[in-house]
């Protein structure tokens, strides 16, 4: 079974055996590893570590292996995003180092993935792609709302052990509006209206852009936008993770028919 709220011993062991690949050597690499970790990660002093690389790579193994599941995935991105600080000169750059780990991921049943830097609860690749694809888009063409956006969407997602739904899905939804405002209306009440301003620039099949209003409840009043599936009592991991690959999808859409209609150019 797809391992989401847990972790067995071999995801375990294959994580930690990638990791000692990378310090185990003849240049004393767990020494820093073991004053990262215990500056910026566990939060320890310094000055009470081993002295020795060996007794080091003893010190951080103990530590590794006392961690939750959560914490194990933690570890693993604080090892991605500091390795290269940690060693001067590394071996493999973030987007190697992620390629790997989502190896591991794969191949030991795990749930979580690295999805444009962050380590996710969703391991479809076809959501996967859907959702770093407009992460990347966004931000290559300046879309810095939207982008922003659905980076939150995905850490809230992301977070361990208690992921924030409610706010990942506000996230997701934000994007959403965010885009279609750039390209219909800046000052539209709400996504509904910047919908009905965008459809006037570009191909926008009507019924999409009802069914998209429909299906995610939306309603305007004095105050803005008001997202009515966020008064369902019962919001979890299936619904957030729903809204940002489907919002992720429509961002990409949007993308795509502002381009054919020329506007990404203005």
Request: with cysteine; glycine share 6%.
């Amino acid at each position: 079974m797809l391992q989401t709220e847990g972790m067995n011993d071999p995801l375990r062991n294959s994580i930690w055996n990638f990791i000692h690949s990378l310090y185990e050597s003849q240049h004393d690499y767990w020494i820093p590893l073991a004053k990262w970790v215990a500056q910026f990660f566990r939060k320890v002093p310094v000055d009470d570590l081993p002295y020795h690389d060996y007794e080091c790579r003893k010190w951080v193994k103990a530590y590794f292996f006392s961690l939750p599941w959560y914490g194990v995935y933690d570890f693993v991105e604080f090892v991605v995003d500091n390795h290269q600080n940690i060693l001067k000169q590394p071996a493999y750059n973030r987007e190697k180092f992620e390629k790997i780990f989502n190896v591991i991921f794969e191949r030991e049943i795990s749930g979580y993935r690295f999805i444009s830097g962050v380590l996710a609860p969703i391991s479809n690749p076809a959501e996967t792609t859907e959702i770093a694809g407009a992460i990347e888009m966004t931000s290559r063409i300046g879309l810095d709302g939207a982008h922003h956006h659905l980076q939150a969407a995905l850490s809230l997602l992301a977070k361990k052990p208690e992921p924030d739904y409610r706010n990942s899905i506000k996230e997701s939804i934000s994007a959403v509006e965010s885009i279609a405002k750039v390209f219909g209306k800046e000052n539209s009440k709400g996504l509904s209206d910047a919908l009905d301003e965008l459809s006037k620039k570009t191909n926008l099949h009507g019924a999409l852009r009802a069914g998209f209003n429909n299906l995610y409840g939306y309603t305007s009043d004095e105050d803005g936008i008001r997202h009515a599936i966020l008064d369902e009592p019962n919001i979890g991991f299936d619904e957030a993770k729903y809204m940002v690959v489907s919002c992720s999808a429509f961002v990409n859409y949007l993308i795509a028919k502002a381009n054919s209609a020329g506007l990404l150019s203005k």
